[in-house]
């Protein structure tokens, strides 16, 4: 029998986190998330109403650090190449520095019902939509060359995926140099071209 202890808001998030990054949220119990954390499963429903509430806050606190860490990179920046460089860097080192939680919110949005999945979405889009806009800019100024600036958008954003999948902490790039590499990346989707 699973001992009672007191447990924090935060270790129940991170449990569930990592449960479900590593085993899927139809995977998981809530059994299996109060065995993480050495406690009986009824002492979790102190902290969070569901295990539907849990996935959505994990998404929920992945999608505003992210458009945090965007609107922060962007600030005071006004050139577009340099803006959608610091665009896709930030979003490189969001990846590689929460692995677990860009795998929920990549794989287990199907399993969020409504409205917490519209939610998430929204929040994807306004995301993403800031990426398109600065491309769009650039192609309306000549500074890009891209018949599909949406199209070069999903390219950038799944850089973020590409860059999480071979990353190593220990290897022989630290995230910030993988980000900064893959930002220099996406100019060359864009087909930036830099000014004479």
Not at 137 to 158: K, T
Request: net charge negative; proline share 5%.
């Amino acid at each position: 029998m699973t001992k009672s202890t007191a447990v924090s808001p935060q270790a129940v998030h991170e449990a569930a986190r990592d449960l479900f990054a590593s085993r899927g949220y139809r995977g998981t119990s809530m059994k299996d998330i109060a065995q993480v954390l050495a406690v009986s499963a009824p002492n979790l429903y102190n902290h969070v109403p569901s295990k539907q509430d849990l996935l959505y806050r994990i998404m929920d606190v992945a999608m505003d650090r992210a458009l945090a860490a965007l609107a922060t990179a962007l600030d005071g920046v006004t050139d577009l190449a340099e803006q959608l460089r610091k665009a896709t860097e930030v979003t490189v080192l969001d990846f590689l520095q929460n692995p677990a939680e860009v795998t929920v919110c990549n794989t287990e949005i199907r399993n969020l019902e409504e409205p917490f999945r519209q939610a998430i979405i929204d929040k994807r889009d306004a995301y993403s939509t800031q990426i398109v806009a600065i491309i769009e800019r650039g192609c309306a100024q000549g500074l890009f060359d891209v018949p599909e600036p949406r199209v070069a958008s999903f390219a950038i954003l799944e850089m973020g995926n590409n860059a999480k999948a071979w990353f190593h902490p220990g290897g022989q790039y630290t995230a910030t140099e993988v980000a900064a590499l893959y930002g220099t990346f996406a100019l060359r989707i864009v087909g930036h071209r830099p000014s004479s």
